[in-house]
């Protein structure tokens, strides 16, 4: 969007008219709402940006289908000439003319006409240049069918359309339906008003009844029958008489047996002299294109003269959505605004009573409530309080690259808190805003500020940054046939009135049809996968973010599945759905013993549970405000994340879990308790850092890239070791070996990678273990071999107990290994090393039993460690 300037913020309201409430559509479901369907319609104005039109910012939905838009607007309207009776000169009138067709062709352009053109919705700028306002309101309802009232002024419409009436088809077939207005009907109210202008200033003034020729210009707006009688009809009404040989011969070729459209004004020769002081408005290029966005860049020669201007309106330079999303953080109300003009006004509820007939046809009750039409007074929002609480805000915050050292105490407060914060957000809106033009460029400093918190604002691009989306994305999409049917479709049919319906903008028509086009354009791009049930609650929070661009929500959905839902959606995705789980069952046996044994004992397993969790990526049990929040941290992880995420959930319904049973956990989790999003992400975190990267390890991962992505640290210094996929990662002789999923379900407890174990001891070349700076070190390796063998080398710090006094020859449990020795290292990482896999697999399933966390055991065993040279001997004893 265009920045603020000398604009202000106004907001109208009206209302959509009511649907019956007993009935339903074809599909069995209540009716959509006609407020729901104006919404989603809305949000295409929002993406009309030019000159002459004033920028659309939001609408909200009331109650009784109350619905108030905030727009672009000035206080200086057409009609403010009329009303001083103020004298147009013709270069005014050409002036006006002009812009006013070019609002008009750009809004043709894109499908759309204005039908409610007056004097009052042709604002002026500072500069007196032209901004058509309330041009969309004939588009968002539906070319007047879900509202009461008509669109348009009966003064200014054009014959054709009076001679329709209403349009009011919500509940009738298309074919009843009056025919939508095309571009010739916003000629005649141009032509209308035009003339008015030039006329009636000129008539209040009798010394001046001659400069009628000034409406030369907007005769070419009416058809040829209809000028004689338009100019009798204004002369009579004035006391003078006018005939049409007083304009002259110099227009006559202007004069048209039908209306132009507003392109064919443009070109027409008496605005030879006016075209020629503007120049073409090009779209601002986006951030995804083939394009480049900076070639017509210019900066000043002393880039620190910028913020030299204390008394500069920095918040003018702004946006409109950036103005308005933090005028609505300062406290701004829209309905008390408009209460406050006496636009909103309530009633009594025994005032709004229904009217009733008797048999005799008596009425009684309230008459029909005015104020259900349309008002179409705009209101101001006033920006002081705004301003009041940015007046501290230096100039320098607007040419930021980092985060400023003012903000670390806010950077400690909850999340929830700091996305209310004005000054808070205002900062970290012109930071993103910065680091993502210049994306890729700057796409290591995108997420490293991402690691503090993503503006809301800003979100859907930052993920699109976060996801590595580049290119030419519009292309590609417009590539993709949505259009032919598949046998997909009717499943799509059916699961997206389903999917996040609560939310207004999802809900609505317009949300349907973007939701077809966007799973139907994944489908057809990804012949070698399949749809199933879930993908519309994956695609929801990206279509959600980006509303108004469906290829950036595609393109983010399709890299976002790879790098988390690798091969989830095969046809037969039986296999890869199993191993994921089972990993999941090995990351709480990890993590939380005691739980992971009382869910197996009662035979609560993940399969009951974490399907609809893992293959929606939590989209399916969280409502989008939380999925949010959640996402914003899952993008920063790597495709182990989500294990932990798990975890952290049902750690926060541990204790109810744990003194439950089968029946009573179904039950839970049929409808899941609410939960506590900041303190699930805050724990995934710490869990994340406490997993071994090999611990993960899956063998129907993604495989590795031609280039891994390891310029990011995670969540900070504490989680770089884990920044990357473990698939990544370059293999060696010390990684881990895949497992069949048998033999994988077989071991309670995960395994490690040699190269891990070396990585979290911290090895030395020389054998020594290294100390970390609380002085312990951060694992602990449990040899298991025989005295003997770990005589002959084991890995410096390890501890050795011999699995023969433990277990017995069959298996049988002798002595329980976790007394004694391990107890004062309870709560590290055990990782048990043994000859046999078997061996080491059982001495780590005991302790999980025994509700050790953290253990783990060493793939390929020590085997794997006698090529390192890092085994060491113990000294002889002299």
């Given at each position: 969007?265009r920045?603020?300037?000398?604009?202000?913020?106004?907001?109208?309201?009206?209302?959509?008219?009511?649907?019956?409430?007993?009935?339903?559509?074809?599909?069995?479901?209540?009716?959509?709402?006609?407020?729901?369907?104006?919404?989603g319609?809305?949000?295409?104005?929002?993406?009309?940006t030019?000159?002459?039109?004033?920028?659309?910012?939001?609408?909200?939905?009331?109650k009784?289908?109350?619905?108030?838009?905030?727009?672009?607007?000035?206080?200086?309207?057409?009609?403010?000439?009329?009303?001083?009776?103020?004298?147009?000169?013709?270069?005014?009138?050409?002036?006006?003319?002009?812009?006013?067709?070019?609002?008009?062709?750009?809004?043709?352009?894109?499908?759309?006409?204005?039908?409610?053109?007056?004097?009052?919705?042709?604002?002026?700028?500072?500069?007196?240049?032209v901004?058509?306002?309330?041009?969309?309101?004939?588009?968002?309802?539906?070319?007047?069918?879900?509202?009461d009232?008509?669109?348009?002024?009966?003064?200014?419409?054009?014959?054709?359309?009076?001679?329709?009436?209403?349009?009011?088809?919500?509940?009738?077939?298309?074919?009843?339906?009056?025919?939508?207005?095309?571009?010739?009907?916003?000629?005649?109210?141009?032509?209308?008003?035009?003339?008015?202008?030039?006329?009636?200033?000129?008539?209040?003034?009798?010394?001046?009844?001659?400069?009628?020729?000034?409406?030369?210009?907007?005769?070419?707006?009416f058809?040829?029958?209809c000028?004689?009688?338009?100019?009798?009809?204004?002369?009579?009404?004035?006391?003078?008489?006018?005939?049409?040989?007083?304009?002259?011969?110099?227009?006559?070729?202007?004069?048209?047996?039908?209306?132009?459209?507003?392109?064919?004004?443009?070109?027409?020769?008496?605005?030879?002299?006016?075209?020629?002081?503007?120049?073409?408005?090009?779209?601002?290029?986006?951030?995804?294109?083939?394009?480049?966005?900076?070639?017509?860049?210019?900066?000043?020669?002393?880039?620190?003269?910028?913020?030299?201007?204390?008394?500069?309106?920095?918040?003018?330079?702004?946006?409109?959505?950036e103005?308005?999303?933090?005028?609505c953080?300062?406290?701004?109300?829209?309905?008390?605004?408009?209460?406050?003009?006496?636009?909103?006004?309530?009633?009594?509820?025994?005032?709004?009573?229904p009217?009733?007939?008797?048999?005799?046809?008596e009425?009684f009750?309230?008459g029909?409530?005015?104020?259900?039409?349309?008002?179409?007074?705009t209101?101001?929002?006033?920006?002081?309080?705004?301003?009041?609480r940015?007046?501290?805000?230096?100039?320098?915050?607007?040419?930021?690259?980092?985060?400023?050292?003012?903000?670390?105490?806010?950077?400690?407060?909850p999340?929830?808190?700091?996305?209310?914060?004005?000054?808070?957000?205002?900062?970290?809106?012109?930071?993103?805003?910065?680091?993502?033009?210049?994306?890729?460029?700057?796409?290591?400093?995108?997420?490293?500020?991402?690691?503090?918190?993503?503006?809301?604002?800003?979100?859907?691009?930052?993920?699109?940054?976060?996801?590595?989306?580049?290119?030419?994305?519009?292309?590609?999409?417009?590539?993709?046939?949505?259009?032919?049917?598949?046998?997909?479709?009717?499943?799509?049919?059916?699961d997206?009135?389903?999917?996040?319906?609560?939310?207004?903008?999802?809900?609505?028509?317009?949300?349907?049809?973007?939701?077809?086009?966007?799973l139907?354009?994944?489908?057809?791009?990804?012949?070698?996968?399949?749809?199933?049930?879930?993908?519309?609650?994956?695609?929801?929070?990206?279509?959600?973010?980006?509303?108004?661009?469906?290829?950036?929500?595609?393109?983010?959905?399709?890299?976002?599945?790879?790098?988390?839902?690798?091969?989830?959606?095969?046809?037969?995705?039986?296999?890869?759905?199993?191993?994921?789980?089972?990993?999941?069952?090995?990351?709480?046996?990890?993590?939380?013993?005691?739980?992971?044994?009382?869910?197996?004992?009662?035979?609560?397993?993940?399969?009951?549970?974490?399907?609809?969790?893992?293959?929606?990526m939590?989209?399916?049990?969280?409502?989008?405000?939380k999925?949010?929040?959640?996402?914003?941290?899952?993008?920063?992880?790597?495709?182990?994340?989500?294990?932990?995420?798990?975890?952290?959930?049902?750690?926060q319904?541990?204790?109810?879990?744990?003194?439950?049973?089968?029946?009573?956990?179904?039950?839970?989790?049929?409808?899941?308790?609410?939960?506590?999003?900041?303190?699930?992400?805050?724990?995934?975190?710490?869990?994340?850092?406490?997993t071994?990267?090999?611990?993960?390890?899956?063998?129907?991962?993604?495989?590795?890239?031609?280039?891994?992505?390891?310029s990011?640290?995670?969540f900070?210094?504490?989680?770089?070791?884990?920044?990357?996929?473990?698939?990544?990662?370059?293999?060696?002789?010390?990684?881990?070996?895949?497992?069949?999923?048998?033999?994988?379900?077989?071991?309670?407890?995960?395994?490690?990678?040699?190269?891990?174990?070396?990585?979290?001891?911290?090895?030395?070349?020389g054998?020594?273990?290294?100390?970390?700076?609380?002085?312990?070190?951060?694992?602990?390796?449990?040899?298991?071999?025989?005295?003997e063998?770990?005589?002959?080398?084991?890995?410096?710090?390890?501890?050795?107990?011999?699995?023969?006094?433990?277990?017995?020859?069959?298996?049988?449990?002798?002595?329980?290994?976790?007394?004694?020795?391990?107890?004062?290292?309870?709560?590290?990482v055990?990782?048990?090393?043994?000859?046999?896999?078997?061996?080491?697999?059982?001495?780590?399933?005991h302790?999980?039993?025994?509700?050790?966390?953290?253990v783990?055991?060493?793939?390929?065993?020590?085997?794997?460690?006698?090529?390192?040279?890092?085994?060491?001997?113990?000294?002889p004893?002299i």
């Amino acid at each position: 969007m265009r920045p603020l300037r000398d604009a202000q913020l106004g907001a109208f309201t009206f209302f959509a008219s009511a649907l019956p409430h007993d009935v339903c559509g074809s599909n069995g479901l209540p009716l959509t709402p006609n407020s729901i369907k104006i919404l989603g319609r809305f949000q295409l104005l929002k993406t009309i940006t030019h000159p002459r039109l004033c920028q659309y910012v939001d609408i909200t939905r009331g109650k009784h289908e109350r619905l108030v838009v905030v727009a672009e607007h000035y206080e200086s309207s057409l009609n403010d000439f009329q009303k001083l009776g103020a004298t147009v000169s013709t270069d005014k009138v050409l002036q006006i003319a002009y812009e006013t067709l070019e609002g008009l062709e750009f809004m043709n352009k894109h499908g759309m006409v204005h039908r409610a053109l007056n004097a009052q919705n042709v604002l002026m700028d500072g500069k007196g240049r032209v901004k058509l306002a309330k041009f969309g309101l004939y588009h968002m309802t539906d070319h007047g069918a879900d509202v009461d009232f008509p669109i348009g002024y009966p003064s200014y419409l054009a014959p054709e359309v009076i001679a329709q009436g209403p349009a009011h088809h919500s509940d009738t077939s298309q074919g009843d339906n009056p025919l939508p207005s095309g571009p010739k009907t916003d000629v005649w109210s141009l032509g209308v008003l035009l003339f008015e202008l030039c006329t009636v200033s000129s008539l209040t003034q009798p010394s001046r009844a001659l400069m009628i020729d000034r409406s030369l210009t907007c005769l070419c707006f009416f058809p040829l029958g209809c000028i004689d009688d338009i100019v009798t009809v204004l002369a009579e009404e004035h006391g003078f008489t006018i005939t049409l040989d007083s304009f002259g011969l110099a227009f006559s070729s202007m004069f048209r047996a039908c209306r132009p459209t507003p392109a064919d004004l443009l070109a027409d020769p008496v605005f030879e002299g006016v075209s020629c002081l503007y120049t073409l408005y090009q779209q601002p290029v986006g951030l995804f294109s083939s394009s480049l966005r900076c070639a017509h860049l210019e900066l000043p020669e002393d880039i620190g003269q910028l913020c030299k201007d204390d008394d500069e309106d920095y918040l003018g330079e702004r946006s409109i959505d950036e103005v308005y999303h933090l005028w609505c953080l300062a406290g701004g109300d829209l309905e008390k605004e408009l209460t406050n003009k006496e636009i909103i006004q309530s009633k009594p509820p025994v005032c709004t009573l229904p009217n009733f007939l008797l048999e005799d046809g008596e009425s009684f009750g309230q008459g029909r409530d005015r104020s259900f039409l349309l008002d179409d007074t705009t209101v101001t929002l006033s920006l002081c309080q705004l301003k009041n609480r940015l007046k501290d805000v230096s100039g320098e915050c607007h040419l930021l690259t980092e985060s400023p050292n003012e903000l670390s105490c806010t950077v400690n407060l909850p999340l929830i808190i700091r996305e209310r914060d004005t000054e808070y957000q205002l900062i970290r809106i012109i930071l993103f805003d910065r680091l993502l033009k210049a994306y890729p460029y700057k796409k290591n400093h995108v997420w490293k500020e991402a690691r503090v918190d993503i503006p809301p604002l800003v979100r859907g691009l930052a993920w699109a940054a976060l996801l590595g989306v580049e290119g030419d994305i519009q292309a590609k999409y417009d590539a993709i046939d949505k259009d032919t049917s598949i046998p997909t479709d009717r499943q799509i049919e059916v699961d997206i009135p389903r999917c996040h319906q609560y939310d207004e903008l999802l809900s609505s028509p317009q949300g349907h049809r973007k939701f077809r086009r966007v799973l139907k354009a994944w489908v057809v791009s990804h012949p070698e996968l399949v749809y199933w049930q879930g993908l519309d609650s994956l695609c929801a929070p990206f279509l959600w973010l980006n509303f108004n661009n469906e290829a950036l929500a595609y393109a983010c959905m399709s890299a976002f599945i790879p790098k988390y839902l690798y091969n989830f959606f095969l046809k037969d995705n039986s296999h890869v759905i199993q191993e994921y789980l089972t990993v999941f069952s090995q990351m709480i046996a990890f993590h939380d013993p005691e739980l992971s044994n009382h869910l197996n004992e009662i035979g609560f397993i993940p399969d009951l549970y974490a399907i609809p969790w893992f293959l929606t990526m939590f989209t399916h049990v969280f409502p989008l405000h939380k999925i949010f929040h959640l996402w914003d941290t899952l993008l920063l992880g790597n495709s182990s994340f989500p294990f932990c995420i798990g975890v952290a959930i049902l750690q926060q319904l541990r204790d109810r879990l744990l003194a439950n049973g089968f029946n009573e956990c179904i039950l839970l989790f049929s409808d899941l308790p609410e939960i506590d999003i900041e303190r699930c992400v805050r724990e995934s975190i710490s869990l994340f850092c406490w997993t071994p990267k090999s611990a993960t390890y899956r063998q129907h991962a993604q495989p590795p890239k031609a280039q891994a992505d390891r310029s990011a640290s995670c969540f900070g210094k504490t989680a770089t070791h884990y920044s990357s996929d473990y698939q990544d990662m370059p293999k060696t002789d010390l990684s881990r070996e895949p497992l069949a999923l048998r033999d994988l379900k077989a071991e309670v407890s995960p395994r490690i990678s040699a190269e891990d174990l070396i990585d979290l001891c911290e090895l030395s070349a020389g054998g020594q273990t290294k100390k970390s700076k609380a002085g312990k070190p951060k694992i602990l390796a449990v040899d298991i071999r025989s005295i003997e063998d770990f005589g002959r080398g084991h890995i410096s710090g390890s501890v050795n107990i011999p699995y023969s006094t433990a277990f017995s020859a069959d298996g049988e449990l002798a002595q329980c290994p976790a007394t004694g020795t391990l107890q004062s290292f309870r709560g590290r990482v055990i990782v048990v090393i043994g000859h046999s896999m078997k061996s080491a697999a059982m001495f780590a399933t005991h302790l999980v039993k025994v509700n050790y966390p953290r253990v783990a055991t060493l793939d390929g065993g020590i085997n794997k460690m006698k090529h390192t040279g890092l085994l060491t001997v113990p000294s002889p004893q002299i």
